[in-house]
T-cell receptor, first 114, second 116 residues
Framework: DGGITQSPKYLFRKEGQNVTLSCEQN?????MYWYRQDPGQGLRLIYY???????QKGDIAEGYSVSREKKESFPLTVTSAQKNPTAFYLC?????????????FGPGTRLTVT | AQKVTQAQTEISVVEKEDVTLDCVYE???????LFWYKQPPSGELVFLIR??????QNEISGRYSWNFQKSTSSFNFTITASQVVDSAVYFC?????????????FGQGTELSVKP
């Protein structure tokens, strides 16, 4: 079955540690996205990538970094510089064909930093 | 600036009632797309519908229907004969143009609770 995989579902870290969240898709989609969701709020875009080896900052990129070395993978690193890292992180992907198509989302990773 | 407003934070209905979720958007683009997503308690967003700005026809899919009105910049979602399984948070989203990354701008979401 095609889809987006995010692991782990729950992640706990100590303050000051960097942590990497994985996102893998087998939908052959070109574009991938990372969103952050805080309780009772909508999704905010962290980073996105429309092509391998290229990515762009979203609205809240500070304290985060990404890489896109392979089409199917778009890992997100939450660095110690991110002041409030505890949140629900969602990865998404979409096909690219000159128009905007729907994004498909992974199951998310709940990160707790104490 | 582009913006999506879902003024209803929470809605509670009894099973079999009809319910409408409101979505109002702001954009200066002439070509754009609107979306609705469902987020059940598990957390994963489920795609419901995509509508482009040139197609104002209403759409019906089973118990779900959508009313797109450019004149009022609204894209409302109605669930007919609601069921307990419809309980979730629903998000309306607006796309930026493709050549700007095709990013989605989400509203704050409406939490729908359907009671038996």
């Amino acid at each position: 079955d095609g889809g987006i995989t995010q692991s782990p579902k729950y992640l706990f870290r100590k303050e000051g540690q960097n942590v990497t969240l994985s996102c893998e898709q087998n939908l052959n989609h070109d574009a991938m996205y990372w969103y952050r969701q805080d309780p009772g709020q909508g999704l905010r875009l962290i980073y996105y990538s429309q092509i391998v080896n290229d990515f762009q900052k979203g609205d809240i990129a500070e304290g985060y970094s990404v890489s896109r070395e392979k089409k199917e993978s778009f890992p997100l690193t939450v660095t110690s510089a991110q002041k409030n890292p505890t949140a629900f992180y969602l990865c998404a992907s979409t096909r690219e064909a000159g128009v905007v198509y729907e994004q498909y989302f992974g199951p998310g990773t709940r990160l707790t930093v104490t | 600036a582009q913006k999506v407003t879902q003024a209803q934070t929470e809605i509670s209905v009894v099973e079999k009632e009809d319910v409408t979720l409101d979505c109002v958007y702001e954009t200066r683009d002439t070509t754009y797309y609107l979306f609705w997503y469902k987020q059940p308690p598990s957390g994963e967003l489920v795609f419901l519908i995509r509508r482009n700005s040139f197609d104002e026809q209403n759409e019906i899919s089973g118990r779900y229907s959508w009313n797109f009105q450019k004149s009022t910049s609204s894209f409302n979602f109605t669930i007919t004969a609601s069921q307990v399984v419809d309980s979730a948070v629903y998000f309306c989203a607006l796309s930026e143009p493709y050549n700007q990354g095709g990013k989605l701008i989400f509203g704050q979401g409406t939490e729908l609770s359907v009671k038996p």
